[in-house]
């Protein structure tokens, strides 16, 4: 569909005058006329239109008088030109759009009272506008309602046939999975093809259906919209943070609506740079958990003995608190504060990871203690502070959605951040943006880039390092950053001298060629983004991979410049935040060094208390290690699962089982939490106050739509009184009373909205440590965790699936239902058929670790050569099957990729 | 003057006077209140008495569970809680249906709001009861009070007349169209 020039910035068009009720109005020429009018703040009604995407003209409603035409012209499809006379009120056009809404009503079915959108209608509300009393020629559709897809219902009785569905899905997500059909003798809505609805499921069909043509199974029939209480709050699934609407009916989550909606259809298209308003499958299907019957309810304390033969027995909270408050302090009389570890999830809010760090180094007086950022994103934090002194990704979404090459490394994107993958898209479509997809899968993203490279499984980093070799041999460098250090830059060029393109090409699977074409395309766009992910932070050398990026965008001038930078996506909402409120061992908030003298000072003071010692700390792996030592007695986790998400290779049960105390804090009982003395039942997002900082930085709101579940409390309530019992003085009251110590603290963190700009600052590090640290960057290369061999001829990645995050999003029902835990591996069709293996055959998976029996299911986005689990389930428990490396600098641990043999069962 | 005065005085005219109706009443005794609970009104159609839920002649209920008399209730009598129809799923009904009759100012509103007629005041007042709680109706208790109040059914509305509008059918239910 050709674009309105207006949303092109690189095309200029002819500013013309028109006249618009007598009002002389400019307009960029051949700009839809509906705009022009809305522009002036005259909202003329229409059905089928939305700024989202290109007007279509269908409902008839947008009538407008032009001078010389006969008949109203529909101003949405109608071009605004020089010299226009036009006209938007009058009796005549008020008739003519009365007539445009009799026509829809008469084949309405008039179901209002049954109808979900009953209230929440367009029609309904231009029926009453237009005071549309008497149907003289109605009649019945009696289509049968299509109850075939397992999200979204389709009554095409209801329908309009005014395609905002089928635009949406097309031209907003690039998704494609609609489209209109004559059967029956009425135009309809089905699935490509009149099958069974299967695509994202994001759901922004149902948002933008201005009737109730379009239902969600999962609320249908339950409610009507005057009964729900509305909450915008920050969904916790993904580190997209979108902004969200929880509606609730009687305490009980009814659905989830998004800002997206045909209510908000008027605005500038360029405003989809600042996002659609669109949320995703998890967000608007996945809210079950929250009043899930599997909640904890009540404190559990085990009793009579520990593991594993005492049980978990609900005991009240003030019963439980003394008991954890009593065995806490018996620990540290009895061993020191060294003996007593914290985890927690990056699932929480700030105020609950600053409070936990402050507990757990001002009350207990120990730095062991980690967050789930530990998983990855620290591989990206730790190389952009050492390199740019940088805490977070430099860009934000909306340099993306305006970027003229993106650079996507190991990421599926429309998977993880499936958002973030919306202003891909939109790059993609309205700003012509070169793509560039490295990945060892036929990813969604990479269907739609210009470049997409497909790599052997785990070679992602070398992909990077055959870029910076390309950029430096083609000389495609920005001599203006380079000549800044040429010293720096000289040894670059020293390490990467032994580098050949060739051998790298060999054994990435990219050819030569591609490589350097895909180095150009980068290197010559003004505005190039670098967006990387699990495939670089989650695979071993993620560290030095991130640096390889670093290097890239300083040899080709990208650092710095706006539009530009190297970025990374989180998988869980709120990874960023952690690292920010300190709840790592090298950090304290703000990202100050936890051995800088001036930041201890600082905080020591904020808190009245002294801070444990600089080396004293211990990280996730360390923390492990030292509770099989012995070292540590007490651990105390909030919302973390280690048991479920590392590998058993790790011996993380037996470790959990040396603990004389493990309390788990937690809205499930996880597995973790079975092995506990003591679990604490938790708040999920939707009953607790906070803010979340999503992956570009900006704090976001989370809103308390609830009241708690049973007897759960939010985790800073917990850890307030926990921290009292301790015998420190906690005067919180709200998260607010947090909020408000946070900002004395960190001046200017809560930037609600709007996220400071971040500049990176090179020089320090080009100029100091670079030309040392170089060398050896480049110099070795491995291959993936367990050397690639002939009887272990397949690369399993284990990922992350669209309609799951974590394992949270398995508690809730309705994503069970779209994406159950089928435990089968996903592989390619031609290695099945090798393989002489059908769906229903059961494989054998082995790896240098172990062996597993499970279904296999063809998937066409697997490449030959690799196969793929999602890491939701532990059913087979997969993750066992990984080899486990820790990362020398960051100590993440990389537990995502085997390679493994696959045999019939 | 004085001596009507003085035989107004003897006779106690005044007090007959007074006593006019209520002497003339002891000869011609005619009762106006009704010996209640052993004599019963006979009370117009329109009368606005305890609310009930009604069926369709086939014993299914009216309601569709639309939420409209909730939302027209000025004293928030009405919960309404519905559903898809276990085996339907293209039919909604109410799964759950309350009204706190301790509230209920019998203004009928809710009975108008709805659209199809599921709702009818009856004739019935003889509600005191000992617990309030009892004055809390669940759906069984309003179908059974319609029951008893309404004898006479009305056929479903998509057999009523071809021009009713009709709602919340199974399609599968439907005539085969005509070509």
Redesign the interface.
Known sequence: MALKPVTTPDIEAATVELSIDGRTVSAKDGVSLYDVISSTGKIVPAMCYHYTFDPFGSCGMCLVTVEGKKAPVRSCTAKAAAGMVVRTDGDDLFQARKKAVEKHLSVH??????CDA?GHCELQDMAFHHQVTNLAN?KQK????D?RSPVL?F?MNRCIACGECINVCKDVLMIDALQFIKK?GFTQVVAKGDTALACEFCGDCLAVCPVGAITNKFS?????P??LRKTTTTCNYCGDGCQMHLETKDNEVVRVTSPLSWKNKWGDRADTAKGHGGICVRGRFGFQYIDSQARLRQPLVRRNGTLPEGELVETPWLEAMQAVVDRLAEVKAAHGAQAIAGLITARCTNEELYLFQKLMRAVIGTNQLDSSSRYGHLNFVRAVRHTLDVGRMTNDCEDITKAKAILLVGTNITETNPLTAVRVKEAIRVYKSQVIVVDSAQTNIAKLASYPMIVTPGTEGLFVQGLVKSVIEQDLIDAETTGKHPEAFAALKRAVADVSLEAIAARTGVSVEHINEAASIFAEAPRAIILCAEGIVRRPDGYQNVLKLVDLAWITGKLGRPGSGVNTLTEEVNEQGAVDMGAAPEYLPGQARFDDEAARDKFAKAWGAALPAPSSGANLMEILERCRSGAIKALYVVGENPVATLPASLEVRAALEQLELLICQDPFLTETAQMAHIVLPACTYAEKEGTFTNLEGKVLRVRQSMDPIGESLPDWHVMTSLASGLGSQFEYESSQDIQSEIMKLLPGYYNLGEPRKLSPKPDAYLSNGYVAEVGSRYGVVREAVSERNGHRPFGLVMGQLLYHSGKLSTQASGLITIAPSAGRLHMNAQDMERLGLTEDSRVRVTSGQGSLEMGAKADLSVMPGSCFFPEHFNDPPVKDLMPVEVDSVTGVPYFKFAWVSIEEA | MKLKDWIKTIIFYEILVGMNATLRHLLHYKPITLQYPHEKRSLPDSYRGMLSLLRYDDGTEKC?????C??ACPSRVIKVI???VPGE????YAKEYYMDMTRCLFCGLCVQAC??DALGMTREYEWAVYDKRHLYLNKEQLLAIGDRAFPVREKRLELQHPNV?F??VA??H?PP?DN
Request: charged share 25%; net charge negative.
């Open positions: 079915p008039l179901d209002c009272p049954v009953d109605a009696l289509i049968p309602e109850t219902d009554n029956g249908k029939y339950l409610y009507k005057w009964q | 569709v569970g639309c939420d409209l909730e939302a519905s559903a898809e799923p293209t039919k909604r659209p199809v509008a709602f919340n399609f599968t439907l169209k």
